[in-house]
């Protein structure tokens, strides 16, 4: 729906006395800017929605287009290269935005000045270098931890599949009783990243977990339901039972839940399991995104020996009468 003052006006009326947030992201809107002028991103949002854009990636481009316009002051027609630019500039220095932001901000841009409104400068826009952040992981031993000390079968059947099938928190939770391949040991992954379906690997360990929370819980469409009737669990009671779980198995990395899928990856790796496969199984469009488990696997390392272990340490000790001259 259009934003308008009109609008909100009507809808605290009707909602009169109940205790109510709304939610302007995904709004159009009107942007006020620094010159005062007022500008409405109505056409950004429908077009966005009508190329079935993800709901994140619309309140994402929508939030920059109108910090750019609040930063730069301008019209979208008064926009030049020198003015993204700058404000590239603002967020990497004075915000101190990572790579990954800077690249969201970009295509934000992008897409409103060059695929909507034709400016051919926005093509010139360099990007900025990936951080090379290592994710972190768990040891095996550190992720039984957490499986066994959860006493409720739904929340550890839920960790298990995103450990056991490698799958980011937003596909979990939306599992349906149907994506459960049986015969063939597999789940449909349903409108993935990047919207895209996939197969991944259901394994005999997880399928029996999975069978007793079944058999326990009964659910109808979605494998994992929400308080509320009809929904699917949400995300954040997702992170907040991997929180619990983490906390309870005494672990003080920094890791979200998002860290058991890195760590699915990376033991497979470990396991001997080719990369081309792991790839397939995480949805990785770019097997570059799955090298980085290369650089995380210690699998290698153990195997190591150091240079120091080849020396005879015990004959280069001095006697215990002999002075050091400093």
Known sequence: MPYSEG???KIKEVFDGEDIKLDTSLFGGA??????SLYDFEDLRKELISRKYSRKTIKGYLYFNRDFLSFTGKRPDEVREENIKNYLVYLADEKDSAAATLNQAINALKFYYGSMLKKKFLYEIKRPRKDT????????EEVARVLTCLENLKHRTLLMLVYASGLRVSEVVKLRVVDIDRDRMLLNIKGAKGRKDRYTMLFHTALETLDEYLEKYKPSKWLFEGARDGRYLSIRTAQAIFEQAKDKAGIKKDISIHGLRHSFATHALENGTDLRYIQELLGHKSSKTTEIYTHVSTRDIGRLRSPLDNLDLKKGVEKEDEKIVE
């Open 31 to 36: 942007v006020e800017t620094r010159s005062s």
């Open 133 to 140: 952040i290592l994710p972190v992981v768990l040891s095996q």
């Open 7 to 9: 609008i909100v006006e």
